[in-house]
T-cell receptor, first 115, second 109 residues
């Protein structure tokens, strides 16, 4: 399977715990994105990487969120001190980086539930 | 006001019907436009890009009106398998795609 893969598929945690998600993009893609989606809403942009460089981070993203993409390959998204409002589907996507005509390829997402 | 707005629907249509969705965007500097399809509990998948001259892919036609800042998607001869949520996507610059909240379509036998 050469698509975008995310792990885990589901995560249940207690409020205040830290969680980390992993994304493996399509191997030849140099851009990697993180989005968050809640029921009835469209995906909301969180951050993106061009190779290993984090180029943009949403102003909506609190300091509890951090993302890395060491060596420009897989990426991790960490949420510290989780809150119930963090419950959502976290989607990773990758692309070739073709300028404004970006076509995003999404993974199946990680569903986070904070109790 | 959201950057990308869509009528949430739901649109309930019989098989064979023609249905159209509209989407408006607020930033006149937007560069590129897309429609994505999202099935229930699945990830979004690219349906088609939207070009200034309009474009067609089988039963699907996308149009862009830059002056009025809206995008449309027309589905002809609806199939049961077209039932999904259709997401309008706008890129202001490279690297950040802004999604609408989607329009839900249910095609009934």
């Amino acid at each position: 399977d050469t698509g975008v893969s995310q792990d885990p598929r589901h995560k249940i945690t207690k409020r205040g715990q830290n969680v980390t998600f992993r994304c493996d993009p399509i191997s030849e893609h140099n851009r990697l994105y993180w989005y968050r989606q809640t029921l009835g809403q469209g995906p909301e942009f969180l951050t993106y990487f061009q190779n290993e460089a984090q180029l943009e981070k949403s102003r909506l993203l609190s300091d509890r969120f951090s993302a890395e993409r060491p060596k420009g390959s897989f990426s991790t998204l960490e949420i510290q001190r989780t809150e119930q409002g963090d419950s959502a589907m976290y989607l990773c996507a990758s692309s070739y980086g073709q300028g404004e005509y970006e076509k995003l390829f999404f993974g199946s997402g990680t569903q986070l539930s904070v109790l | 006001r959201k950057e990308v707005e869509q009528d949430p629907g739901p649109f309930n249509v019989p098989e064979g019907a023609t249905v159209a969705f509209n989407c408006t965007y607020s930033n006149s500097a937007s560069q590129s436009f897309f429609w994505y399809r999202q099935d229930c509990r699945k990830e979004p998948k690219l349906l088609m890009s939207v070009y200034s001259s309009g474009n067609e892919d089988g039963r699907f036609t996308a149009q862009l009106n830059r002056a009025s800042q809206y995008i449309s998607l027309l589905i002809r001869d609806s199939k049961l398998s077209d039932s999904a949520t259709y997401l309008c996507v706008v890129n202001i610059d490279a690297g950040k795609s802004t999604f609408g909240d989607g329009t839900t379509l249910t095609v009934k036998p």
